[in-house]
């Protein structure tokens, strides 16, 4: 058996010269003195390979478009055999790819490997990252739930800050003017075909060209003869694989990817919030405002590419040494470090995802609303309509908000519009409760305290402020999850009571004269209480 | 000569590592992979009782075609079909239930309440009252279905 086994390949091998190929790649003769940094471009291979194979089952299940991809992800995610895993393996590993080809360009970058002859080494390895990130912008869209909806709004406005094309750039990604089914189904179209194929185009040249001008090696070259690459730099490579799969198996396992509420449109009151690798990004918005707003979506990314473009020319002493290349070295660290700093700041300021199944302060505040007598008036037993929560609401939140702030518009004649209607943050309150309804998720019991803080908090701060994922946030109004590691309760008494006594240069209004003081103190202790 | 067949050693003990990593990573890969992919295939499908209507509305000795409702769960879809099973009350007050599908290639069958015949309007099939094959091209008989009553109301199982 085995010696028939033997004849086929030999008889394969007459036919293609296999074993010739094989050896020609095992055999690569790496420097002396090629240490463990140089094992980065394998494992990027690995995650990419395991990408590819996870993604393409995923793609048997999964379907783009509005009406099923959220229903086909949490299939996925909570029906099928090993659904869980691999779902968590794609989803996990992008982030490890992140990870790996930052810390791949890193290598390249401080040991001089970018230099003559390996300049289109170097631009096939930054065209692979921009392909990278580009999969995980698309594929961030695919689950259709309230993050991938509301992010991919985000990064569609913000190609459209861009100068003279913007707009159209903007109406391209989006296949129309709103992210909607045309937008979900080319993402998808760009995240499974063209960026695959650009993907492996692009890396079977990057190796190809590796192989060309062999590994880069040591920043001084050592003395010593040379050894094949298989098996003495196969095994570090190796080594290092079965440890970084061994961590995402285990994050595959343990973890969770998440999947927010199904994508909707009309509900204003979600944060957006991007994946942690385009944080930074999203963070130095905040610091470029209104007319200079384009040189943080558009200009400083541009630069930043253009930069690693022309890095080979920049920089073109053959020195390797990263001690001899001080402009080269330090700009890498600071941009580095400004990259790490602005990702911090922006995963320690994003409010928390709000938890469905938690009652936040406006669900409960829209509750103590629905209780009041402008709803029981008519939502009664035995009243003209039903008493809330005592059967299924069906209308959606475009009829909720309609039926709060102007009843003519939903049934002409049936009441007169109320003196005492409430307001667009009381409105929300109340969609917010009745969506606690329509989720089945039952009243929590809370201290009395906590329960009167936060219906004066969500009847009246979220319009402007933020907290446990509830709320909007306008101009410089802050989330208030943690307002207390920060401030204590006098101040905030104060601070609410009327902000310009503090700083007259507040835009807060003053509530001096629209709570009266007892709920001032209480939404001021329990803010105070929030480390 | 002993340093090169300590290097030989050496070398023998990186490829076993390096074979022996890429079978696991690829048997961890290919059982989540592979697992994904057949186990909806290795679903066996549930039992389905389904309501097929009232045994006094059926004529003794006459089959009755009637529609059941079939939901099916497909994955993250949910399936609708409408399917025509003839009900035939027996003298004993039995009900049994026959399929209305050829058995040939498919196409509904119906009955011909004059010749007391199911009739195949694709390619001339015959069936008695029974779903035995009287003439024509069927390979079987109609497929039989089983059936309960509860309170007057029949199931089926499909």
Redesign the interface.
Known sequence: MATRGKGVLNWLDSRTGYRNGLKHLLDEPIQSGTGWWFTLGSILM?LLG?QF??G??LT??Y?PSPA?AY??V??IST?????H??RD?HFFGASFIVIAAVAHLLRVLFFGSYKKPREVTWLTGVCLLLVILGFALTGYLLPWDQRAYWATVVSTNIAKTAPLLGPYVSALMKGGQDVGALTLNRWFAVHVIILPALLVVLAVTHLYLMRRHGISGPVRPRHGKSHPF???H??KD??V??LV?ALL?TFAVYGHAPLAAKADPTDASYIPRPEWYFMSLFQLLHYFKGGLEPVATIGIPTLLVAVLFLLPWLDRKQDRDPRKRPVVTTVTVLVLGGIVTLTAIGLHETPPEPNPDIWGPASVAGEAIAQSTQCTRCHTDGGVAAVLGSQEIRQGDGWIEGHLSDPEMIAPGLRPKPQDALDVVQTRAVIAYVKKLQGGVPPPSMPADVRAAYVVIGSNCLGCHSIKGEGTRSGDAPDLTHEGRTRKADWLDQWITDPTMIDASSTMPAFGDKLNAQQIQTVANYLSSLK | MAEQEHEIDRRGLFRWIINGVVTAIGAVVTVVAGGAIVAPSLKKPAERWLPAGRILGLQPETPTPVTVRVVRREGYYEAVDHETVFLIREPGGEVRALSSICTHLGCHVHWDAKARLFKCPCHGGVYDINGKVVSGPPPRPLATYPTRMDQNEVFVEL
């Open positions: 690995a395991i194979i996870t393409a089952v048997m299940y379907v099923y229903d086909s949490k299939y029906g099928l055999t090993f659904g895993v691999l393996l298989y098996p003495d196969a095994i190796t080594l694989v079965a799969f198996v």
